[in-house]
């Protein structure tokens, strides 16, 4: 009977493996056991895992490197996109600080420019207005100097634009009459202008004050033309009234009456200011000339302050009760008064005159003499210059006189003329000369 190999207890019993290896002759054989199958087979199994996965992350390696590698290009190149815009942003930056910093040069050289050519016309100013002053200076309101234009605008607009929190460019008119000035002025609690918004402002103020400036300068000078005018009208009208000689060429009437016409050409502020100084220049000129003419003529008093006694005309002779013709005027004076010549000339006679007594006349051209009578004492000699207001001697009562007196006489080509027409204009116009 065969031996069964199931156990009667424990079940069919389960035969290990065998390995059998033949080679030739020689013939082995292993014996699987069951633990060492398991053994082996996790053994093949971890190297096949140890495979697979080190076949895979060389797989992978390689994506992992590129992905990273990538990521890193993207983020350099985002990184350099950065930079070029930042370059670009810092390049527009400065073009744009450099372009307002020429267009600041470029406007402050215009301001200075503009100062420079204000100097220049005080320059041109000073002289006439001397000259205004001497002829007309007290007619006009009381001003102060005029003065040169500041030279401090470049230190004023770049401290303005860079520097403190308040900075000011003051300066003066040329009358001196009203001040200009400008406040680059921050507050804490008040948005912050730009520097190329403070400059405009400050470009903007600073030019208003130079245009009121060059204003106040053709303003003034347009106030002494027309003064210097008025005055030399006011002195050839009254001399023309009193039907004196008046130089002919001074002729202020027809200025702008005759025919004229054309087209309306506007012309800027230099050429202004140029004729505006050219009419001012011309219209001193002319009262340069007028005032001359009025001062040869005999227009002073010889005895201000004194009455007359006697006027000039038919009266009834204090000698001898008649009517006769009183060539003069008698202006009452004591014993050893100054007489006074009453305009520039020269003496023709000094000496005793016959009814005149001690006489003195002087020659005045234009065929016009004066006499002063009944003197005291005579202090010129023939011959000698004399200026207005100048010593010709002392009243006293020489002569055809019936007491201390001034005999005073104007005469024009040897005859006697009316004295109290040269006397009302000389006090008409001597605010004038």
Request: without cysteine; charged residues 20%.
């Amino acid at each position: 009977m065969a031996v069964s190999g199931q156990s009667a207890v424990f079940g069919k019993r389960k035969e290990p493996h065998t390995v059998i290896i033949a080679r030739g002759d020689e013939i082995r054989h292993f014996t699987v056991r069951p633990w060492l199958a398991a053994f082996a087979g996790s053994a093949l199994a971890a190297v096949v895992i140890g495979y697979l996965a080190a076949t895979s992350y060389l797989v992978l390696r390689d994506n992992l490197i590129g992905a990273a590698t990538a990521r890193q290009a993207r983020i350099q190149q985002a990184y350099e996109d950065r930079i070029s815009a930042l370059r670009s942003q810092v390049d527009r930056i400065t073009s744009r600080q450099l372009l307002d910093q020429q267009l600041m040069e470029t406007k402050v050289s215009e301001l200075i420019e503009r100062q420079t050519q204000l100097s220049e016309r005080h320059g041109r100013l000073g002289p006439l207005l001397e000259r205004a002053e001497g002829g007309i200076g007290n007619l006009l309101p009381q001003t102060a100097p005029v003065p040169a234009a500041r030279e401090d605008t470049r230190a004023a607009v770049t401290g303005s634009l860079v520097g403190p929190q308040n900075v000011a460019l003051a300066g003066f008119s040329p009358t001196g009459t009203r001040p200009f000035a400008f406040w680059a002025t921050r507050s804490d609690t008040e948005p912050q202008d730009s520097p190329a918004d403070r400059a405009d402002k400050l470009f903007v103020s600073i030019n208003q004050s130079l245009k009121a400036i060059e204003g106040d300068q053709i303003a003034q000078i347009s106030t002494l033309a027309n003064s210097a005018s008025q005055s030399a009208d006011v002195i050839s009208n009254a001399l023309e009234a009193a039907g004196l000689p008046v130089d002919s060429h001074f002729d202020k009437d027809d200025f702008g009456k005759s025919d004229v016409g054309g087209p309306l050409i506007p012309v800027d502020g230099a050429t202004i200011f140029d004729t505006k100084v050219e009419e001012l220049d011309e219209a001193l000129d002319a009262l340069d000339q007028v005032k001359k003419e009025a001062r040869r003529l005999p227009l002073a008093n010889p005895a201000p302050g004194h009455v007359v006694t006697s006027p000039f005309g038919v009266r009834t002779d204090p000698l001898i009760g008649s009517a006769a013709l009183h060539s003069g005027m008698d202006f009452r004076a004591p014993t050893g008064m100054d007489a006074k010549v009453t305009a520039p000339g020269v003496v023709v006679k000094a000496g005793w005159n016959g009814g005149y007594g001690r006489m003195v006349e002087v020659d005045h051209g234009q065929g016009f003499t004066t006499r002063y009578a009944h003197l005291s004492q005579i202090l010129v000699n023939v011959g000698e210059k004399l200026e207005t207001g100048d010593l010709v001697g002392r009243t006293g009562s020489s002569g055809r006189s019936t007491g201390p007196h001034l005999h005073y006489e104007v005469r024009h080509n040897g005859q006697a003329v009316d004295p109290l027409g040269f006397l009302a204009v000389g006090k008409k116009i001597a605010q004038y000369l």
